[in-house]
């Protein structure tokens, strides 16, 4: 048997015909970009995860990016995040003059609440939660920080559309929610693309025009801004999508719960707690021989993946903040064991039980 890590063409398969007929009457509309489609979109979006706004923009990171500078995050200001997530979520702070300053995760590989307060200075502006393998992080402690040293809260929830915490959905916690719709991500287009929720009307009237140049109509220009925007093709791919993503969103939690009931008495996988409701955008094991297992598994025609091996601090590119290793604990200790199985909708029990079965074999249980 042969097991991909990911799968985008299944699902589209799955919606050839929709996909293709949306296409083609965008096609004969001739209207490509910033129409009706990116609209609805955002309406439909910002209903699904209980805001007052969503802005579709070019990627996830871009997402990040107008919403710290948006929200008013300024150079030298230092913005607290995770250091086991993506690069995306570092490089956006700095990359607007600002400075990431980590803080070590839980064993749910999201920001350690009880850690923040001793990272927090004068110059603290914002904290950047990850909602890593699409679980929402601890933000009813988050929030309580950021309210207690007037802190902006700006979620990276990348990797978790839908996911949820008390019955309230990612992307509504804090002043802003930043989504990827790449097609690695649990809703995805067919390329690139990104949207922000908010309830903060300011942010959404800015936000609109960064991604659109910085104009406030076609000839005038507020201030310089950015070419990035969900085409309308891929808006309406979204849409399409996101009535099905309730469905695909608790396919990805049967699976997770099935390799959880399958491989807990003998690996270490994730606990799920009774106030949430992760989408599983990755389901993460932890091995000692990861590096060994991961070989053997690919082996048996089942391929995995590691998210992520080097932790932010530890980049070349992070050199120059001092960071070292023993800095994160936690983090560094999970960046060794980490192993991320299989986990798509589209994935069939069969292949999920193979799954088990390899792992298991490659134990000895
Ligand atoms: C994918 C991802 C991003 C970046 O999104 P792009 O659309 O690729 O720019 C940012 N943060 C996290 C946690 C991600 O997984």
Redesign the pocket.
């Known amino acids: 048997m042969k097991i991909p890590f990911v799968n985008p063409g299944l699902q589209y398969k799955g919606l050839r015909e929709e996909i293709l007929s949306r296409f083609d009457r965008i096609s004969l509309t001739g209207n490509y970009v910033l129409g009706n489609e990116v609209e609805e979109f955002e309406r439909n979006f910002a209903d699904f995860c209980g805001t007052a706004f969503a802005i579709g923009v070019g990627?996830?990171?871009?997402?990040?990016t107008f919403s710290l500078l948006g929200l008013g995050v300024k150079p030298g200001d230092e913005v607290i995040t995770a250091p086991n997530?993506?690069v995306?979520?570092a490089w956006?702070i700095a990359n607007i003059g600002a400075k990431p300053v980590f803080v070590d995760v839980c064993e749910d590989f999201n920001l350690n609440p009880r850690l923040i307060q001793e990272a927090i200075t004068p110059k603290t502006k914002a904290i950047m939660p990850?909602?890593?393998t699409g679980r929402v992080a601890d933000m009813e402690m988050i929030n309580k920080i950021a309210e207690d040293y007037n802190l902006l809260v700006i979620e990276?929830a990348?990797?978790a559309v839908g996911a949820s915490y008390k019955s309230k959905k990612s992307g509504s916690f804090g002043d802003a929610g930043?989504f990827?719709?790449?097609p690695?991500?649990n809703l995805h287009v067919h390329g690139?693309?990104?949207i922000i929720t908010t309830n903060n009307e300011d942010l959404y009237n800015r936000a609109l025009k960064m991604r659109n140049h910085g104009l406030k109509n076609r000839n005038e220009c507020e201030f310089w801004g950015w070419n990035s925007r969900l085409d309308e093709i891929q808006a309406s791919i979204a849409n399409l999508k996101l009535s099905y993503l309730d469905k695909w969103n608790d396919r990805f939690l049967e699976l997770a719960n099935y390799y959880i009931k399958e491989l807990s008495n003998h690996i270490e996988v994730p606990s799920i707690k009774e106030f949430e409701k992760p989408v599983f955008?990755r389901f993460i094991i932890q091995h000692n021989n990861r590096d060994d297992l991961k070989f053997f598994l690919e082996e048996k025609g089942v391929m995995t993946a590691v998210n992520y091996p080097i932790p932010l601090h530890l980049h070349e590119a992070s050199s120059h903040y001092g960071y070292k290793i023993g800095d994160f604990p936690m983090a560094e200790k999970q960046a060794n064991k980490i192993l991320s199985l299989p986990i798509y909708p589209e994935l069939e029990n069969s292949q999920a039980k193979y799954v088990v079965e390899c792992v298991k074999e490659f134990l000895k249980v």
């Open positions: 990627n996830g990171s871009d997402a990040l997530s993506f995306a979520s956006t990850v909602h890593l990276d990348a990797q930043c990827s719709l790449h690695l991500k690139d693309g990104g955008h």
